[in-house]
């Protein structure tokens, strides 16, 4: 299942058209499947239903909607036009009119902007077809003002395709959104459903299948591959090498954690475990000598190898041919023992994961990324995304998909933006970057520590033998994973720290 921008959206409407697929029947099988979902939500035919429709086709699928709700047997209708009758098209007009001939009990108000008694009755759902996905400007307050009042009226509130307010590509509130119950959706989920006010205005999404021909996707460069749990347990298996009886700890990889003097040693702590409970066979840290006795008091599964100041790259160089993978970041100070630990793994030829206070150093001297020799992935949060491309993290967060895919690109790596919903972009040489947005997780993730238990996933799977592409989709996913399993309700996501995250993982 993709997500997509509403440029790519329209891009599918006019592409199933243009293949011979009337706009009528979109229109149609749009309608029916809002109906259904509304039957299903309520199925009682006596309930008070209130479609409210714009005059764009987000109206028209609205008005569809409510006739096929009389079809089914709703006795208690009600249709209130929001829109300008001046700017209505051909469709709305013939939608209008096939409801008022087929069913005349359907009252309809609002057309000449008089009737709007209709609004202060009591209704047990609300279908909201105000505006669809081309929206790109803000409400007029007029609008705002409706939107505001419907958001206080009780009843379930279904939107049709996206809630009204709801900008579909970047998921920016404009000037103010319908908050929904429940959100029906056609073709594909929308891009804005997932950041920003995407998932508090949406609420519950459905995605309709309304006939478009699938082919058209080949031709969206935009579109993001949906990663959700389902997803997860179909192709775990692609990440999950098999463990032969026979193996060692050797066998099943040993992930190398750098930590620098005076960082954050709780966070390659952190990681270093993550990596053990994701199944390598040994987890070596290399840390400024006298770091030694609290690494061995804190993972005594872990080999500590010391360095001391004036040999950092003596201890380094045995260090890196020790391990099938470096993970550099988590807790790492950014001083010259930290810019110096990044130059050399760029310059050589060791798998590794830049992570955290890595990505920062890397930052401020983006040429030795571009010219690196390692294979790597790069594990950025929004702020940490923000100083690599130069830009406020506002811009960034509003943009994350074009930003994402001109960063991946440039600098040809596969890269995690993690967030309260991470986007992940994986190179492919020739064609540019394939795009994914992982909705495996909750709100406990976001806990200090949680990205330094990622960083250790991700290099645990990459050190057991799969891809660096494979382990950074597959590790993010069960990073989520985990902490589905932990947290469930509120309570328990409220509570949860990174260790609870590791504790989880599988």
Known sequence: ???????????????????????VVL??????????????????????????????????????????????????????FTGDINRAGSEFKRQMSILANAHPDVRISGLRGIERSVLNSRYDCIVDGMYGIGLNKVLSDDDIRLVKYINSKSGIKVSVDIPTGLNATSGLIMGESIRADLTVTFGSYKTGMFFGAGRECCGEVRVVDIGLMPDGYDNVTDKLEVLDSGFLEDTIDRALIPRTESGHKGTFGTVGVIISSNGMLGAGMLAAKAAYRTGCGLVRVFCPSKYTGFCNVSIPEAIAVPYKPDDVLGAFEGFAASVDVLLIGP????????????????AGRKPAVFDAGALNLISKNLKSLR??????????????????????????????IPYTRKFSEKFEVSMVVKSDVSLISLMDKGTGCNLFINTVGNSGLATAGSGDVLAGVIASLIAQGNSLDTSLLYGVMLHGKAAEKYARDGDSRRKMMAGDIIDNLF
């Open 371 to 400: 010219k690196r020799r390692c294979p790597c992935v790069i594990t950025p949060h929004l702020g940490e995304m923000a100083r690599l491309c130069g830009e406020d993290v506002n811009v960034v967060a509003r943009n994350r």
């Open 331 to 346: 807790g790492l100070r950014e001083d010259s023992v930290g810019r110096l630990l990044v130059k050399q793994i760029l």
């Open 1 to 23: 299942m993709f997500a997509l921008t509403a440029k790519g959206m329209k891009y599918m409407d006019d592409y199933s058209m243009q293949a011979g697929l009337p706009g």
């Open 27 to 80: 229109m149609e099988n749009a309608a029916r499947g809002v109906a259904d979902a509304v039957a299903e939500k309520i199925p009682d035919r006596s309930a008070r239903i209130l479609i409210l429709a714009g005059h764009g086709n987000n109206g028209g699928d609205a008005i569809a909607a409510a006739r096929w709700l009389a079809q089914k047997g709703y006795e208690k209708i009600d249709l209130h």
